[in-house]
């Protein structure tokens, strides 16, 4: 399905490419550049009052569009959400004044312990009562809506009466708030599960996404001997994501997509080569509209 020239303008002919802000690039991010770029960074490394992460993250925020990516609100917990944090949030918010605010669906809280994880939610009525009246809360404390990631999964609920993508276009209708469509998650979901990513990115509601995230994924073996991808953020971002994410900015147009890399860093130059393929991706998109040519994903 290819968009119209209009859809193209209407969400603008920019292509923005990001990466995470990781300290160790800032000195070649500041001498380097990236034109038509953002970086995003976790909410929680940044929740302190100052010092370097702060100097660090000003010297960036100077030249670039700011993206705050949180990963421990536990918008999918059952307790209330912790004041303290959303607190912290709020101020980070109004410090840095970032283009994005983004939050998981998922929950990493419970009676009190705060897990490292991002876990799963069953799909049900319940949950999706929760989930809605915890993201009105936290737009509410903030002032602003925000993006809602979906999750990348390796168990699934008996107890879920809907499908994710239901589920994630219910709480979008309800609270207003846009969507983080991660792209290696549903590759990863989509494998460890036996359902089609291209299913799912069809029923997934693309007219709500305002980011995209890509990152590279790890291959390993479960207890059955079944192959099982983690979501690692360690490597390259691999052909078959990249595949999905030109078919997903064909329906939808240029759409800021953040390029992930946690851990096993490489150098700056391997993380803005990158974003560098999505900036191009999408710049080819736009220009093939205006020439009237289209494009095949």
Aim: hydrophobic residues 40%; negative net charge; glycine residues 8%.
């Amino acid at each position: 399905m290819n968009a119209s020239p209009s859809t193209i303008a209407a969400r603008g002919a920019r292509a923005l490419a990001g990466t995470s802000f990781k300290p160790e690039h800032l000195q070649a991010i500041l001498e380097d550049g990236m034109k038509d770029g953002f970086f995003e960074v976790h909410a929680e490394n940044y929740m302190g009052a100052g010092g370097p992460p702060h100097r660090a993250l000003a010297a960036v925020r100077r030249d670039y569009p700011l993206s705050i990516h949180g990963v421990g609100m536990s918008i999918g917990g059952t307790g209330p959400l912790d004041i303290l944090h959303l607190t912290r949030l709020r101020d980070l918010v109004d410090r840095y004044e970032p283009a994005l605010v983004s939050e998981h669906l998922a929950w990493s809280s419970h009676g009190g312990t705060f897990f490292n994880d991002l876990l799963p939610l069953p799909y049900t009525k319940d949950t999706l009562d929760k989930v809605c009246a915890h993201i009105s809360k936290v737009q509410e404390m903030i002032g602003r809506a925000i993006l809602l990631e979906n999750p990348s999964t390796y168990v699934a609920f008996a107890a879920s009466g809907m499908s994710e993508t239901e589920f994630i276009r219910k709480v979008a209708q309800r609270t207003g708030c846009g969507l983080l469509l991660d792209i290696n998650n549903v590759f990863v979901s989509a494998a460890n599960h036996g359902y089609s990513a291209l299913t799912y990115l069809s029923e997934f509601p693309l007219e709500q996404v305002g980011e995209i995230h890509l990152a590279g994924h790890g291959e390993q073996l479960d207890d059955e001997n079944e192959p099982l991808l983690i979501d690692s953020h360690d490597r390259a971002i691999a052909e078959p994501v990249w595949h999905h994410y030109s078919s997903v900015i064909t329906r939808i147009g240029p759409t800021p997509t953040l390029i992930e890399w946690d851990s096993n860093l490489p150098e700056w130059s391997v993380l803005h080569a990158q974003a560098l393929t999505a900036q191009r991706l999408m710049t080819g998109i736009v220009a093939s509209f205006e020439q009237g040519v289209g494009y095949e994903a």
